[in-house]
């Protein structure tokens, strides 16, 4: 079933540094892939965020133009293109060195979605994350809202000074993904899983945490279900929990539980699929694994 998404958040320039220390630049910011999953996989995305008017803004056009994805009017601006600096370790994994200004414009906006989504430094940088607050509870009488916290801890300074903006956030979902590692620096904790279920006392159905090389774990009203991962040789980690985040998204799109009018659904769904939708989030962030950059799969790669 094809859904209408407004993603809400950061889209910048990637520059990735390798083992070797050769460098590339590709278009990324987690909000931005997750626009980029959503639309591959065959749904109208919008993305409200913030690109400069320079030849690295011009290459993030180009790339969400070529995967369908719909800037809000408010998006383009006369300023320079922010960037984050990753730099791989010897197992693919990411650390981050941020270039960054968040004043987005909220203009143009489309007047119906059936779920809105944001992730990451979007919901905490501001003066940004106000506008995203406010763009949440704007479309929430209507829209299911989910929301990955997607830590950087470089941009958010300590977990104390950020905690209670995110639990605002996560208060406001409906659904709420977030890995162990963000989990564990954000509360100082290793009981990250008892964490993750106790935010559905704020108000989200279902929150889940991924755990890399152990799965993924699903809280909701039935229970706790744990799915194992799916195993791949990895090239790079980047963008892999953002399409994780587009395939809960997508899984429940395809079970017509998106949009305000199915929370009693969303809230009651069973084990087994809440078992489903972990599966399928897995599945499509185990192909952006593999291979490069934060290449989320298209429609008709997957069988």
Same mark, same amino acid.
């Given at each position: ?38 639309? *591959? ?6 993305? #409200? ?11 993030? *056009? ?8 719909? &800037? ?12 984050? &600096? ?37 919901? $905490? ?29 470089? =941009? ?26 963000? $989990?564990?620096? #954000? ?64 899984? &429940? ?15 009651? #769904? ?9 599966? *399928? ?20 790669? =997957?069988?």
């Amino acid at each position: 079933m094809t859904a209408t998404f407004l993603i809400v958040g950061e889209a910048l320039t990637d520059i990735v540094v390798g083992v070797d220390g050769a460098r590339r630049e590709h278009p990324g910011g987690s909000p931005m892939n997750v626009a980029v999953a959503l639309s *591959r996989l065959g749904h109208d995305t919008h993305l #409200l965020t913030r690109v400069g008017d320079d030849a690295r803004g011009d290459a993030i *056009r180009e790339h969400l133009e070529g995967s369908a994805v719909l &800037l809000t009017p408010g998006s383009s601006v006369q300023a320079p293109t922010s960037t984050a &600096l990753a730099r791989l370790d010897a197992n693919g994994a990411a650390t981050y060195e941020f270039d960054l200004l968040w004043d987005p414009r909220p203009t143009g906006l489309p007047e119906h979605v059936d779920a809105v989504h944001t992730s990451s430094i979007a919901a $905490v940088l501001e003066p940004g994350a106000t506008t995203v607050a406010d763009t949440l509870r704007r479309y929430r009488e209507t829209a299911t809202v989910s929301y990955d916290p997607n830590a950087r801890p470089t =941009l958010m300074g300590a977990p104390e000074s950020v905690r209670a903006q995110m639990e605002a956030i996560i208060a406001l979902s409906d659904v709420v993904k977030a890995s162990d590692e963000d $989990v564990a620096w #954000l509360y100082a904790t290793e009981d990250v899983e008892d964490v993750v279920d106790s935010w559905r006392d704020l108000g989200p159905a279902l929150t889940v945490l991924t755990r890399g090389d152990e799965g993924a774990v699903g809280f909701s009203s039935s229970g706790r279900v744990q799915v194992s991962p799916v195993v791949v040789d990895a090239v790079d980690t980047v963008g892999a929990g953002d399409t994780f985040s587009a395939g809960i998204l997508d899984a &429940l799109a395809a079970k017509d539980l998106l949009g305000a009018q199915k929370r009693p659904a969303l809230a009651a #769904l069973p084990n087994d699929e809440v078992a489903d939708v972990l599966r *399928r989030a897995a599945s499509l962030a185990a192909i952006t694994v593999s291979r490069a950059g934060a290449n989320p799969p298209w429609s008709h790669e =997957l069988t």
